[in-house]
């Protein structure tokens, strides 16, 4: 039980990141939390966020913020902008090689403000 809370405490260590506007529908944007680049992504004109590694393993390059955001059978996507593999957004999957994902944080808005948790589990 106590461990269980505080696995809890860790995951919902939200950081505050930027406004919700500064991130244009349809696009994402790079932000450097706890050391590490994420790409945050919204998709469509809502506050709809994902939050994947910025690190593209396939180039070896931190450029998949600035990828193209799409959607396979319902479920969200990006593609790198360098080779353009596909990575679904919900799970970091690749769509294009099973064994390659990328990591995936936690997104949300609250009062206008994105924020994101970064989980010491994952
Ligand atoms: S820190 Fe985000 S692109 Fe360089």
Redesign the pocket.
Known sequence: MVQALAIRERITNWVDVCHLSAIKPNTGV???VENQ?IAIFRVGKDADLYAIS?YDPFSKT?VL?RGIIGDRNGIPKVASPIYKQNFNLITGQCFDDETVSVPTYLARVVNDRVQVAISDLS
């Open positions: 790079c932000a450097l680049q910025n931190f913020s």
